[in-house]
């Protein structure tokens, strides 16, 4: 069973910077697409930023310039550099790795993991 563990969330102040981790617990990990996804309060979930096994990125468009995916294969970690953080990054933050990339949008694959809360203060 495909385990996924995040860390790194927390409470910032608005300009700020955190990073989120996610350890993969799968022996694939360098043949698959992974992403970040975010629910803030009271919304639907939506994809911040995926990354494809050969390491082609996508963000969303309120994410873009401010933050980074990336992984590590000899740690079995996907990470998101969250820098200039605003209050309306606040939410929990998911990841998710077995996707695929389907014109161009990445498309969730079955496994997340349990979620972290980031809260953006101003």
């Known amino acids: 069973q495909v385990q996924l563990v995040e860390s790194g969330g927390g409470l910032v102040q608005a300009g700020g910077s955190l990073r989120l981790s996610c350890v993969v617990s799968r022996n694939d990990f360098s043949r698959l697409a992974m992403a970040w996804y975010r629910q803030p309060p009271g919304a639907q979930r939506e994809l911040a930023a995926g990354?494809?096994?050969?390491?082609?990125?996508k963000y969303a468009e309120s994410v873009k310039g401010r933050f980074t995916i990336s992984r590590d294969g000899a740690k079995n970690t996907l990470y998101l550099q969250m820098n200039s953080l605003k209050p309306e990054d606040t939410a929990v933050y998911y990841c998710?790795?077995?996707?695929?990339?389907?014109?161009?949008?990445?498309?969730?694959?079955?496994?997340w993991g349990q979620g972290t809360q980031v809260t953006v203060s101003s």
């Open positions: 990354i494809h096994f050969q390491g082609g990125t």
């Open positions: 998710n790795v077995g996707g695929a990339f389907v014109s161009g949008r990445y498309v969730p694959g079955p496994s």
